[in-house]
């Protein structure tokens, strides 16, 4: 069916974080709090753990803890030497632009995502000082939900390790006064640890355990608590009007009556049979769809549809729910097996048709839609879908949307429920599938009321007060001001149908709050701003343009206001040293960015190490393609990991004379040893002869292999290239870095890196880069960087940078600063156009990094474009960022366009607009264009992968703009080819001569891509400035 990952990738830097287990006398949590104070069903929860680091040296401390996914984080302290760090909540944008500032200087920041079914994870971190301490307090709110006739208030403790001070202490004061409180989860079979009271309207649970009962309950160990205490409770119900709370000018209330008579329901089933719920998930959906009609009475009716490309009834019409008619349809249900495409749009028209036909005096109506992907039959465009089935349901009953499994798109489903007056809910793929599908259906399947409205006269402000309909087990929760605060005006009052007749509710019996009675400051004020702020972020999936825009910035303000943390915004913690803690909340379904160097640095990651000592604070390797900076290189690096293949280094100070900040490139182009200057893009100087010694001034340092900077042998550069010599970055010669003489980096005398002495980086006798020796880096057997070899940078053992070897920088065996293996190239080519010449020019780009292909500072817009990691395998993602929160996300197999939290899939050759950019899908070309500007993004197939190519059809005219598609755009028309012996060399007026080689590219800018000649160059020149500065 092709059920597709709804994850929005966007393209920056992304660093893991280590939750590493603390040692024996490392670091001690010796107090660990949980307090949670739970009134009119509003729980505030905060979360106190207090740390001491009982080493000699500084160490970084973690705070990691779980919280539910429905709750706002609402404060963040730490507290160390009398000092107070406290998180400020600022809007997304401001807080991302501190977030990349931590990245860029090496910092950790906090960091939210979703964890199984109901929790997020917490986790941020601090460098404490030896034997200080510091205080982690995090404070969270909830509003409590009712479900099944009961609340439940879920608590997760991990502290990762025992803590002799544990606590958790739980109070709860309703004042309509608690029916009854019981303590669940695995934690609770610590029954000893757990205490219990409960007196009317007040109810307390303790949670104490020892040290030696942390490590013996269901899922602990070494390691401590590892489990969840679930504090279960329910208040009395008056059964009239409700309980109202009333404080400050603001209302709360809650409106659960249970002593009405059940309404029959009509409801249908649309069940996805299509290939994608192959196996467990069909099993599971036919067992969960037996039990449900097992629940079903007499005086329901009911229906069922499957459907893949096609659409499958069960019966045409709805049947009442007899013990016959259940019977055979669990038969039809155990019949039901996977198949074939995705009708979306089919299988739930014909379900609301059903149930629009089904015109029973004094029923509710549900129809209940099951589904695990995107609609890939009939109509697939998602707002046309939406629009067909609003316009078909007609505000008449609710849609409930079940998606299953992780790829499903939550999204469209979730507007597609909520437009309809229902709600979608997640079904995890687990061994208990099938009983989420059963306890979701037993939330709705005793109507109580339908066509709820919530009146209040003398109220303003109001949250959601119109409901389609009220089930048994649940509750209705209004909040809002009470006009001038007067409170002999304020009258409320529910009217809504039941069986066959109006009910109002108006009669108190009592129940409405007196403000001279006990109520936390603030605390309704609190409900009423989270209840709002959740229905605001709901309602802002059905809008847009600027009613969107509209309701965003209500959410927004009151997010800010009232310091949630929220979808919109993000939470700042300045720590000491001035360093930067940022912390988002995830969003259902998209994982957040998390960084922090505590941990290793994937494939492609910018880091920043500002001291590269035998202590920089890096707990894990550097792996393929990662950039990093180190500016001081010291004698003794203590390095734990090492730098494979198609790295890029840049060493300002590794030279006996640091003083030279140029980072020079040598390589060979057709065996020819070069020397790049990076800052002024111009080779520094060209041996015509593979055998002969290069001379000059080279004051810095070399990037390795596959950097693009001047790769050793040219089998990535040049078509017409010679095989390499067998000297890393030079020819033949027993010289570490240079020519055949015994001076590391130059000819005798020369101001190199090494002169004609026996002393390699260093005196004779010195530590770290050479004693005596007559090899370029160091002798043998010293603790630099290896003995003499014929090989690069490299010894014949497995100490300094590797083994002999002919790729200069990569080893062939164990090594400390190099992976074992040879090396593989990944590498795409890029042709710039050029009129008026035989031939255009091309360059390569190594590797499959994220590229910066156009930033336009005064529309506010980033393009970014993720290369495939198959040579000349083009992008496999562009992302476009426009205005802030607009996003277009393209890959060859669609376009999604982001505008805040609403996604929408285009399809068809509508155009939609994202921000100030107009996206038009024609076929296999995108087109994206703005008043000055004007992209066009292929989709080509190449050895049966699909990818896309960007071209820049109209160039804005703004003078700042950046970006490899500007440059490739803008290079200049009059360069000249000069053939030199040995060489030939590409002039362009202002820029110092390159040398360039005969070769071909592909030009993948037009629909049917050809091949054609090119002169290649190194890409600094057509780029004009590295190409690290387009990395992202």
């Not at 979703?114 to 404070?139: C, I, Y």
């Not at 029959?264 to 049979?273: A, E, G, L, S, Y």
């Not at 437009?419 to 009983?435: F, H, K, M, P, T």
């Amino acid at each position: 069916m092709g059920s597709a990952v709804e994850r929005l990738v966007l393209f920056g830097f992304l660093l893991a974080l280590a939750a590493a287990q603390p040692a024996k006398d490392d670091w001690d949590i010796y107090s660990f709090h949980i307090n949670s104070t739970v009134s009119s069903r509003y729980a505030t929860t905060v979360i106190t753990s207090r740390v001491a680091n009982r080493m000699d040296q500084s160490k970084e401390i973690a705070f990691h803890v779980q919280i539910p996914k429905n709750a706002f984080i609402s404060k963040f302290r730490m507290m160390m030497d009398g000092e107070v760090f406290d998180g400020v909540v600022k809007t997304k944008e401001r807080a991302q632009q501190q977030y990349t500032q931590a990245v860029l200087l090496g910092q950790s920041a906090g960091i939210v995502s979703s964890v199984g079914r109901t929790m997020e994870e917490f986790k941020t971190s601090v460098t404490v000082a030896a034997h200080k301490k510091v205080t982690f307090e995090l404070t969270y709110e909830e509003l409590l939900k009712r479900t099944h006739g009961k609340y439940e208030l879920q608590i997760h403790a991990r502290p990762m390790q025992p803590v002799k001070d544990f606590k958790v202490d739980v109070h709860i004061h309703e004042k309509a006064g608690i029916r009854f409180i019981d303590v669940k989860g695995g934690l609770s079979t610590l029954a000893n640890a757990v205490t219990k009271t409960h007196a009317d309207k007040q109810a307390s649970v303790y949670f104490y355990p020892t040290v030696d009962q942390q490590k013996t309950c269901e899922r602990c160990g070494e390691q401590g608590l590892n489990g969840d205490l679930v504090i279960v409770y329910d208040v009395n119900q008056d059964n009239g009007l409700g309980d109202i709370r009333i404080s400050d000018g603001y209302f709360v209330h809650h409106f659960a009556p249970s002593n009405l008579p059940r309404i029959p329901k009509n409801v249908v089933f649309v069940i996805d049979r299509s290939g994608s719920m192959h196996g467990r998930k069909i099993e599971q959906t036919r067992a969960a769809l037996i039990h449900i009609l097992n629940d079903l009475t007499e005086d329901d009716f009911f229906g069922i549809i499957c459907f893949d490309q096609d659409i499958f009834h069960w019966k045409r019409e709805l049947v009442p729910a007899t013990a016959s008619n259940v019977e055979r349809a669990k038969e039809f249900a155990q019949s039901i097996f996977e198949r074939g495409a995705t009708n979306i749009n089919g299988a739930v028209l014909e379900g609301a048709s059903m149930l629009n036909a089904q015109s029973r005096e004094g029923s509710a109506s549900i129809l209940i839609f099951l589904t695990d992907g995107d609609p890939t039959a009939g109509e697939i465009n998602l707002e046309k879908i939406q629009s067909n089935v609003r316009e078909a349901i007609a505000e008449k009953f609710p849609l409930y949307c079940l998606g299953f499994g992780s790829d499903v798109n939550f999204e469209f489903l979730e507007k597609m429920s909520l437009q309809n007056n229902g709600v979608a809910r997640r079904i995890y793929e687990d061994s208990d599938a099938d009983l989420q599908l059963k306890g979701f259906y037993e939330e709705v399947a005793t109507p109580l009321l339908t066509d709820v409205t919530m009146i209040y006269v003398g109220g303003s402000n109001l949250t959601q007060t119109n409901f389609s309909q009220y089930y048994n087990g649940s509750e209705i929760v209004v909040a809002g001001e009470i006009t001038d605060n007067n409170i002999e005006t304020f009258t409320p009052q529910v009217v809504a149908y039941s069986v066959n007749r109006t009910v109002t509710f108006s009669n108190t019996s009592g129940s409405t709050d007196h403000p001279s009675e006990t109520v936390t400051e603030n605390l309704l004020q609190r409900v009423w701003a989270y209840l709002t702020v959740k229905q605001l972020l709901e309602r802002e999936l059905l809008l847009s343009g600027p009613e969107k825009e509209k309701v965003n910035k209500e959410a927004l303000e009151l997010s800010l206001k009232y310091s949630f943390v929220t979808p919109l915004t993000s939470m700042v913690v300045t720590k000491p040293q001035g360093e930067k803690s940022v912390l988002h909340k995830p969003k259902e379904g998209v994982t957040p960015l998390s960084q922090g160097v505590a941990g290793s640095l994937p494939a492609g990651a910018i880091g920043s190490l500002p001291r590269f000592s035998p202590n920089p604070g890096v707990a894990g390797s550097l792996p393929a393609g990662s950039i990093v900076s180190l500016p001081r290189f010291s004698p003794n690096p203590g390095v734990a990991g090492s730098l494979p293949a198609g790295s890029i280094v840049s060493l300002p100070r590794f030279s006996p004379n640091p003083g030279r900040a140029r980072s020079i490139s040598a390589g060979s182009i057709s065996g020819y040893p070069i020397l790049v200057d990076h800052q002024t893009t111009s080779i520094v100087a060209v041996s015509r002869d593979q055998g002969r010694q290069l001379s000059g001034d080279v004051p810095a340092v070399a990037a390795l292999p596959g950097s693009g900077f001047g790769g050793l042998g040219v089998s990535a550069i040049s078509d017409h290239a010679g095989p390499p010599s067998p000297a890393g970055f030079g020819p033949p010669s027993p010289a570490g870095f240079g020519p055949p003489v015994s001076a590391g980096y130059g000819p005798p005398g020369s101001a190199g890196y090494g002169p004609p002495s026996p002393a390699g980086f260093g005196p004779p006798g010195s530590a770290g880069f050479g004693p005596p020796s007559p090899a370029g880096y160091s002798p043998p057997g010293s603790a630099g960087f290896g003995p003499p070899s014929p090989a690069g940078f490299g010894p014949p053992n497995p100490s300094g940078l590797g083994p002999p070897s002919h790729a200069g920088y990569i080893p062939s065996g164990p090594a400390a600063f190099g992976h074992p293996g040879p090396r593989v190239h990944i590498s795409h080519r890029f042709l710039v156009k050029t009129e008026n010449h035989s031939a255009s020019l091309c360059f390569d780009v190594p590797g499959s990094h994220v590229l910066k292909l156009l930033h336009h500072p005064n529309k506010g817009m980033y393009m970014n474009g993720e290369l495939n990691p198959v040579t000349n395998g083009g992008f496999k993602k562009i992302v476009i960022q426009v205005q802030g929160d607009h996003y277009v996300d393209i890959d060859p197999e669609g376009i999604r366009v982001l505008q805040g939290t609403s996604m929408t899939r285009l399809t068809g050759q509508n155009p939609i607009q994202a921000g100030s950019l107009t996206v038009t899908a024609r076929g296999q070309e995108t087109d994206v264009t703005a008043e000055d500007l004007h992209i066009v993004i292929l989709v080509h197939q190449r050895d049966g992968n699909k990818f896309l190519w960007p071209v820049l059809k109209k160039r804005p005219t703004a003078s700042n703009i950046d970006g490899i598609l500007v440059f490739i755009a803008s290079t200049p028309a009059n360069f000249t080819v000069a053939p030199q012996p040995y060489l030939t060399l590409l002039k362009i007026p202002g820029i110092p001569d390159s040398v360039v080689f005969s070769s071909f590219a592909t030009d993948y800018s037009v629909t049917s891509p050809v091949t054609v000649q090119c002169w290649f160059t190194m890409n600094p020149f057509v780029l004009g400035k590295p190409l690290y500065f387009y990395v992202v």
